[in-house]
């Protein structure tokens, strides 16, 4: 959804407020901007967004991790990305946002060549609000936070949702840490004297539900060292279960990022 305006802003909290009554649980507020005035340069809106917006999130208390990405794809629609760690509870209610400072002096103003004005009027967002229904990073868990970020947002055939969380839980994510013996000898000895891994330099993946409901519904999140993709990611799609679920999948968005910048009020490299 585009927000342009304050009530603009209100009425999307108000529709997911009255959406789903989830349990008390971590969520996420995700946001994807492309810097839109012809007058902000990417530079700029990195300024504002890195030393202005993010601190004002944690410093208001709204969230207490914040992490920054950049689209490696170049002719994305959303170059950018913020994801902010917020209680559900708190992401739900309507006045979360309202704490924050929407105008900067590093921003485009109303008139040309002036500054100040509202960041909902120089960038395009798409604005996500989810539950987290699983944090998985195997049995020997990497403590720090990559710079490589894959998301896949999908929407599976309704009726298929409990299958694709079995699938996930019982077949994908284990995948990514236990299936050394499909690597070549020489990969499985490097990976057991590392972190045993058949995907070199994987941290954790982190799994969401959108708290209204809406089209693509899940969220999968993995944490990788760098944005080079281990080329054996394709082979977890290659097993009889995976191919029925993305057969079943009626849509899918998979963006791979690369980490610009975070900040929290606990220890650095937290889990989201
Ligand atoms: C900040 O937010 C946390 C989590 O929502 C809450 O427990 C805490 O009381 C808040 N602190 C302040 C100073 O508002
Ligand atoms: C990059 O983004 C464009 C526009 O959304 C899309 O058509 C293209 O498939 C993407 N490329 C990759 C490698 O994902
Ligand atoms: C403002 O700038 C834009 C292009 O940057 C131009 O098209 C427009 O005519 C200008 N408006 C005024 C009032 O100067």
């Given amino acids: 959804m585009r927000l342009t305006t304050l009530a603009g802003l209100l009425s999307f909290y108000i529709a997911v407020a009255y959406g789903l009554a989830e349990p008390k649980t971590t969520g996420l507020l995700f946001v994807a901007s492309r810097p839109t005035h012809p007058e902000l340069t990417e530079d700029v809106f990195n300024q504002w967004y890195n030393k202005e917006h993010l601190p004002n999130f944690i410093n208001k208390n709204i969230s207490d991790l914040a992490v920054r990405y950049k689209n490696t794809n170049t002719s994305a629609e959303y170059p950018y990305l913020a994801v902010y760690r917020i209680d559900v509870e708190k992401l739900k209610n309507p006045l979360l946002l309202t704490g924050l400072t929407f105008t900067s002096q590093l921003l485009p103003g ?18 996500r609000m989810y539950s987290r229904i699983q944090t998985f990073e195997g049995q020997t868990p990497e403590k720090s936070r990559g710079k490589g970020l894959i998301t896949l947002a999908m929407e599976p055939t309704a009726g298929t949702e409990k299958e694709v969380d079995d699938w996930y839980r019982l077949q994908h994510l284990d995948m990514f840490r236990y299936c050394s013996t499909m690597a070549p000898k020489w990969y499985i000895a490097q990976i057991r004297l590392t972190r045993s891994s058949m995907l070199k330099g994987y941290h954790r993946s982190t799994r969401y539900q959108k708290l209204d409901n809406s089209s693509p519904r899940f969220l999968a999140m993995h944490e990788f060292d760098t944005t080079s993709i281990p080329a054996e990611m394709k082979m977890l799609l290659n097993t009889e279960w995976a191919k029925k679920i993305v057969a079943g999948t009626k849509s899918s968005e998979r963006n791979v990022w690369e ?4 900040l929290g009020k606990g220890k650095a490299e937290e889990k989201f």
């Fill in 110 to 127: 109303k008139t040309n060549g002036t500054k100040g004005g509202s960041f909902l009027d120089v960038m395009k967002m798409d604005m």
């Fill in 259 to 262: 980490w610009v910048a975070e």
